[in-house]
């Protein structure tokens, strides 16, 4: 069965070293500060933070989902670069065997910056999968980058 490939692109008047900072290197205190009634925590639950690390994310109460577990592919600090795969999640892991995604955040001339989310997703054998499918997933992936940059454009001194 074929992969099915997205990618989305947004920018932002933010610089792209702190939406790096904010939303990969200090997500799990940053999300559920920020989202509590959606993102109970995010912790390590093995390794150091670096690739092969596992993050296990517990979702808030009343969501279908209850956890997700990521492993780190890697993590590119200097280029600002971060790519995972999403490797356990109730629900969200019954049409296919893993998503991955490859973000990388870019200054752009005027300040800000740009972020490139590139999402594969790999189907279980026999399953057809479509866009549709994963829509919502890709909304919440979009809205969660427009709260921290909410929260980032109104402190100006977080994670500068």
Do not use: C, W
Request: aromatic share 6%; charged share 30%; no cysteine.
């Amino acid at each position: 069965m074929a992969v099915l490939t997205f990618t989305d692109e947004s920018t932002s008047t933010v610089q792209a070293e702190r939406l790096f900072k904010s939303l990969i290197l200090d997500a799990h205190n940053l999300i559920p500060k920020l989202l509590p009634q959606a993102i109970k925590k995010v912790e390590l639950v093995q390794g150091n933070g670096g690739p092969g690390s596992i993050q296990e994310i517990t979702i808030a109460e009343g969501d279908t989902i209850k956890h997700l577990k990521h492993r780190i592919d890697a993590l590119d600090k200097e280029n600002l670069a971060y790519s995972y795969t999403l490797i356990e999640g109730d629900s969200v892991l019954e049409k296919v065997d893993s998503v991955s995604h490859e973000i990388k955040f870019e200054a752009t001339a005027d300040g800000g910056s740009k972020t490139k989310d590139i999402s594969k997703y790999h189907p279980k054998e026999g399953v057809e999968i479509k866009e549709e499918d994963f829509k919502a997933a890709r909304e919440e992936a979009s809205a969660l980058l427009k709260v921290v940059e909410a929260y980032l454009v109104a402190n100006p001194e977080a994670y500068a």
